[in-house]
């Protein structure tokens, strides 16, 4: 598992109940690690979907008759499997966040420990990268990603140096970045709060809160009575997201309610929250902030 090694994967394909027959959706492809476990559960007449926008992530594709790729953003779930005649299925898998693989190439920009140009785009066919919104957008716009997505109470002052830096030289690479906002970075926190701002960009260019919404917004026309759907997220505002409409079945305000005050919402949890074990964490450190969710309809 080079490209990506796979989180919670028992816990997260396990939580699928897989039916030899049924129809399941991988939403997250990347190293397929999570499509090949789910093959191995399924019969001879059991069918997988997988999507994924990266195209370094085609590599890793699966020669399996009962297996296809799908080479799009999830956000575009229900209309791709209508293409396949495909209107309700047996469970659905997101493994959130970003891949190993794309952490590790220096040239996509994701990694606040190499040097390569400010890109950061899942999809190599998107037309904005973290170059653009660097450096194009206005200060007041960088200031709410940085704070809505990065979490960063400074948020204002990160903004202002960018824009003041940014006045005199294009800023084109991730240390360039770094070395403009340095004076951001005390020694003990550097790695946390680079992080946090290179998760707010990341987040502003792939719109990958937005997909989110829209692929959790489509899950409960798309699950069968008894299906499942099983969701990994890494940060809190993918949890937050995830948590919330599977208890409300909306991301803001007030949910809608029945005659007697009842809660009416699509889905409901499955068992309780299911994070890494220590020694997961110790031999996959991108797994210390894993969040397993399971949902099926209400039933």
Known sequence: MEYHNPVLLKESIDALNIKKDGIYVDVTFGGGGHSQEILSRLGPHGKLFAFDQDPDALANKISDERFVLIEENFRFVQRFLKFYRVEKVDGILADLGVSSHQFDEADRGFSTRFDGDLDMRMNQKSTTSAKEIINKYSEEKLATILF???????????????????????????????????????????????????????????????????????????????????????????????????????????????????????????GKLIVPSSSEIKSNNRARSAKLRIAKLKG
């Open 148 to 270: 809505l997505y990065g979490e960063l109470r400074n948020s204002r002052n990160i903004a202002k140096a960018i824009v003041e830096a940014r006045a005199d030289q294009e800023i084109e690479t991730s240390f360039q970045l770094k070395e403009v906002l340095k004076r951001f970075l005390p020694n003990a926190k550097e790695h946390k709060i680079l992080a946090q701002i290179f998760q707010a960009i990341r987040i502003e260019v792939n719109q990958e809160l937005d997909a989110l919404k829209e692929l959790l917004e489509q899950t409960p026309k798309l699950l069968k009575d008894d299906a499942r759907l099983s969701v990994i997220s890494y940060h809190s505002l993918e949890d937050r997201l995830v948590k919330r409409f599977i208890n409300a079945g909306l991301f803001s305000g007030e949910p809608e309610k029945d005659f007697f005050g009842n809660i009416i919402v699509p889905l409901e949890k499955v």
